[in-house]
């Protein structure tokens, strides 16, 4: 098992320019989720999903966008990277009957907007 | 108030030494009390955790919860270098549908050699 993929690792972009955040999860989780790590702020809920087809806003969505086409891929979209939007992007998955919701993450996108 | 609260440090301890990490929370309700360790530039990863109040042991790590004063500790015995990492708590309650851990801002971890 790969686990939890994420593409890239690194980005630099600046204002104004759109991009996608790829999130791949071969264990067959339902619960699908993207984080933002800011210094001193801890992991930030962006938005999740509870199946395919099925996605809601988490604590801080706004300037992001989410699918869920199928149960293995989540991809995040940045509509128009802002310099605030710099942060480390950790995507997380996890079987929803899980009694204690362990949840598996990915490497990272480590993201600068200039 | 946030809903749990953690020193984010850094908290920086001799090789050997015996360390504990805290977090307070203010729901009554989470029922579930992990510990998830970051490696520097890695994804989280869980540590362990306990469900309800007591103690659990794995190791040289011990896990308490005291739901009374909604506090969580993770004690770490004879602490070695390769356990510098920051350490997230994040308790969660199952009657929660929409399956969201709430972080702890991540106490940072440093074992000097």
Redesign the interface.
């Known amino acids: 098992n790969a686990g939890?993929t994420q593409t890239p690792k690194f980005q630099v972009l600046k204002t104004g320019q759109s991009m996608t955040l790829q999130c791949a999860q071969d264990m067959n989780h339902e619960?699908m989720?993207w984080y933002r790590q800011d210094p001193?702020?801890?992991?930030?809920?962006i938005h999740?999903s509870?199946g395919a087809g099925i996605t809601?806003q988490?604590e801080v969505p706004n300037g992001y966008n989410v699918s869920r086409s199928t149960t293995e891929d989540f991809p995040l979209r940045l509509l128009s990277a802002a310099p605030s939007q710099t942060s480390v992007y950790?995507c997380?998955s996890?079987l929803?009957e899980s009694?204690?919701?362990?949840?598996f993450?990915?490497?990272?996108t480590r993201l600068t907007v200039l | 108030q946030k809903e749990v609260e953690?020193d984010?440090g850094p908290l920086s301890v001799p090789e050997g030494a015996i360390v504990s990490l805290n977090c307070t929370y203010s729901n009554s309700a989470f029922q579930?009390f992990?510990w998830y360790r970051q490696y520097s530039?890695?994804?989280?990863?869980?540590l362990m955790?306990t469900?309800s109040s007591g103690n659990k042991e794995d190791g040289r790590f011990t896990a308490q919860v005291d739901k009374s004063s909604k506090y969580i500790s993770l004690f770490i015995r004879d602490s070695q270098p390769s356990d510098s990492a920051t350490y997230?708590c994040a308790p969660?309650g199952?009657m929660d549908s929409?399956?969201?851990?709430i972080?702890?801002?991540?106490t940072k971890l440093i074992i000097k050699p």
């Open positions: 939890v619960y989720s001193g702020m801890g992991l930030r809920l999740y509870v809601d988490g950790f997380a996890s929803v009694s204690y919701n362990e949840q993450f990915g490497p990272g | 953690q984010p579930y992990m530039r890695k994804g989280p990863e869980l955790y469900y997230l969660w199952a929409n399956y969201q851990l972080w702890g801002a991540g």
